[in-house]
């Protein structure tokens, strides 16, 4: 049997008994991890907002992990991995560089100052509402580093909204995904990105797979789609293959019209609102987080456009789901696709 180990790098005042560490370490324990924990302290008071307290605390930090970690034979491993929170992000990665180790890393709520040592592979969550770094600075930084990025919406520095019942949720959408890449079951280039033609074909296979024949688009309809709004499609990737899609057209319209899946030449570039066609995920890969994900990209970019807002319809069953990102229901639609009964439901920035 290979020899694991999993190294934790606590963050300034988040020790590993609190709920992301704590649990993240039982969870590689549970996948036969031999555990290390990395208890520094010592930290200066008043550490957030000062860049100059950030270093020292940086460095005292790393002077005591090299002292912690001292007599661990790092060559023993096969597979070494390192978990880590705020400040402990910086620490972790420059403490395997300075060793010249091979580490997997997930990185809770990284602080802009940590992107410089972040080489190694891993994954990052962070929240829209943490205050010790800016949202666009921890998604600039993923991105131009290949990172994986997991984003909590209202989330602060804890992952914490302040909502207990939609904190308990996200901690066990955050450990989920925590696990799956503790396993290996969860590969290390999830990436979002727009459409282009070269999607047609597996666009067109992931509807008819998550929708039934009566209400799925046609290949024909998406390869119009394609021509004209290729940028208002939200594609998940993993590893080459389309996972999750979110698509639709912009309009004036308030409503979300019959015509408008059949017809992409409605599509109004300048127009106040984001229309959803489809928000599908691959029937074996649901229940992993991709969608929450994926969606929360999307209305972070329609925000970010300066539009009113996303309106979408959906089952009665999924009303729930929708609300979950902050949709609120209309009651019942116009709409009459594929002679279902569809809700209409809008979220207004």
């Known amino acids: 049997m290979s020899k694991k180990i999993v190294v934790i790098f606590p ?38 907002g000062s860049r100059e307290k950030m270093e020292k ?25 390192f978990i880590s929170k705020s400040v402990g992000t910086a620490v972790a990665s420059a403490y395997a ?24 592979p891993g994954i990052a969550f962070t929240g829209t509402a943490d205050t010790w770094v800016t949202f666009d600075a921890v998604e600039r930084g993923c991105r131009e580093r290949g990172f994986p990025l997991y984003v909590t919406e209202d989330g602060n520095h804890s992952l914490e909204t302040g909502d207990v019942r ?17 396993s290996g079951k969860r590969g290390l280039e999830a990436t979002i990105r727009h459409a282009d033609m070269d999607d047609l074909e597996q666009i ?67 127009g106040a ?9 691959r029937p074996d890969r649901q229940g992993r987080g991709y969608m929450d994900k994926l969606m929360r990209k999307v209305i972070r970019d329609v925000k970010k456009q300066g539009r009113k807002g996303l309106v979408l319809t959906c089952k009665e069953g999924l009303i729930s789901f929708y609300e ?11 709409s009459e696709h594929g002679g279902a009964q569809w809700f209409e439901m809008r979220l207004e920035f």
Not at 167 to 182: F, G, H, S
Not at 325 to 333: A, L, P
């Open 11 to 48: 963050g300034v005042g988040y020790h590993v008994d609190k709920p992301l560490l704590y649990y993240s370490k039982k969870l590689a324990a549970q996948n036969g991890y031999e555990i290390k924990e990395v208890p520094y302290g010592k930290f200066p008071k008043g550490v957030k």
């Open 57 to 81: 605390a940086f460095f005292s930090a790393l002077e005591q992990a090299g002292e912690i970690l001292k007599d661990i034979d790092f060559s023993e491993y096969e597979d070494v991995l």
């Open 97 to 120: 560089g300075k060793h010249g180790l091979n580490t997997r890393n997930i990185y809770y709520t990284p602080v802009e100052a940590s992107f410089q040592f972040m080489k190694q």
């Open 166 to 182: 939609r904190d308990l949720e996200n901690l066990q959408t955050i450990m989920k995904i925590t696990e799956e890449y503790i």
């Open 204 to 270: 067109a296979a992931l509807e008819a797979l998550c929708f039934p024949e009566a209400e799925a688009g046609k290949r024909e309809d998406f390869e119009k789609r394609l021509r004209v709004f290729p940028e208002h499609f939200w594609l998940l990737e993993e590893d080459g293959e389309i996972v999750s899609m979110v698509n639709g057209m912009v309009s004036n319209s308030r409503h979300l019209l019959d015509e408008m899946f059949e017809n992409a030449g409605l599509h109004e570039e300048n």
């Open 273 to 281: 609102w984001q229309m959803i066609f489809g928000v599908e995920t």
């Open 324 to 334: 979950r990102f902050g949709f609120v229901n209309e009651g019942r639609s116009r």
